[in-house]
Every structure is written in C-alpha cells, then in structure tokens.
C-alpha cells in the first residue's frame, strides 16, 4: 500500500486576530492557484464572499468564526441553515 504525498500549501491560521477579509484573501490565493473550471472557481469565490459578508453583519453571534475550529464549524452550520432557510432548493 502506497502513501499519498503531503499536500504542500499555506495552512490558514485561526487566530484571533486574522479577519474575515484576511480568510477571503487567502481563498482567493488559493483559487488562483487550483486547476478548477471558471465556473467552478466562480461559484467557489461567491460563496466564500457571501460567507463572510454573513459572518460580518451577523458577528456578534459568531465572534469566534476565525478564531477556532469549534467556532468556525459553528458558524458554517449556522450559515448553511440560513440559507436552506431562506433559498430555494436547486432544481433536480
């Protein structure tokens, strides 16, 4: 059994001091750099963008979005149920 190579990459630190904009420029970093469709990289930055606009109007409630991993994954949740809360599901 063969092991898979280490990804190599900037890792994203959860500080506190690194900010929603920060994060958001290191997407963008990131898709520049990723093989993906436009489409797809398109899709990836409007996400990421609405993420944190959300984040950013609604900090008070997740002021620990960046700053742990128990809070950014409660953010994302929180998100996520925002909008399959107010968005129409995608036709199949």
Request: proline share 5%.
């Amino acid at each position: 059994m063969t092991s898979t190579p280490a990804r190599q990459g900037k890792v994203v630190p959860l500080h506190a001091d690194h900010h929603a904009r920060d994060a958001l420029k290191e997407v963008e970093h990131y898709l520049d750099r990723c093989k993906l469709s436009t489409n797809t990289i398109a899709a990836y930055r409007r996400q990421a963008t609405a993420y944190v606009d959300w984040v950013s109007q609604d900090g008070t409630e997740h002021q620990d979005a960046f700053t742990d991993v128990i809070g950014a994954e409660a953010a994302v949740t929180a998100w996520r149920r925002v909008l399959c809360a107010t968005e129409p599901a995608p036709p199949r």
